[in-house]
């Protein structure tokens, strides 16, 4: 049976990735890499669904077996993708999706060739700073501090893939250009390296 592609998707705060992802998902195509974290749960925010909350200890002991695909200390908090579920994911076919950032990705990229990296962004930091601002839920402070960290992202996207712009109110646009995206990567040549050999050998 043909694996699942492994899709890692970043995108700096004001990207909408939330959204966009959320899009992905009911399409049911996907499966989503609940990755493991070490920082407290935000209000509303559900262990096993949008992460496995964990101890620091429990977190170096999984790492310690080679349990992380990746991982990284991100605000003083440690993020990684349990290795396990993603490998029965991707065995059983399935698209696994990998929210993560630049970091991870990079690690990602480096053992994993065949991933396919797709960095969502604003249309432009102008806007991205208009919708950290518009939120009106952050101190000045903290609107700078993400947007400094959101510049550290942006460069890294030659390293990506593919780029995709998310314009106000885009997110289905978003959402269909990364389903393109993956159908034209299924049939990417590099992905079927029998498939000469399959042709000929089969009777109809
Ligand atoms: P937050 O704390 O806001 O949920 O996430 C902070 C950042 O960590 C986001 O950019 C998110 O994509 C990233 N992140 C979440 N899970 C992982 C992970 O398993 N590995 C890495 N490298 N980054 C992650």
Known sequence: MNNGLMIVISGPAGSGKGTVIKELMETG???????????????????????RFVSVDAFRERLGE????????????????PRR??????????????????????QIKKKFPAAVL???LPPSYAVQEA????????????????????RNEVVLMPEYDYVVYNHDGGQIACAEDILSIIRAEKCATARHPDAVTDYFAQDN
């Not at 490998?87 to 698209?95: D, F, I, Q, R, T």
């Not at 919708?131 to 959101?150: M, N, S, V, Y």
């Open 85 to 106: 579920e993603a490998e029965a994911v991707l065995e059983s076919g399935k698209n696994l999706i990998l929210e993560i950032e630049v970091d991870g990705a990079m």
């Open 66 to 81: 080679d349990g992380m695909l990746e991982y990284t200390e991100y605000c003083g908090n440690y993020y990684g993708s």
């Open 131 to 150: 919708r950290l601002r518009g939120r009106g839920t952050e101190t000045e402070d903290k609107i700078l501090a993400r947007l400094d960290q959101a």
């Open 29 to 51: 195509d996907f499966v989503y890499s609940v990755s493991w974290t070490t920082r407290a749960p935000r209000p509303g925010e559900v262990d096993g669904v949008s992460y």
């Open 118 to 120: 797709i960095m969502l």
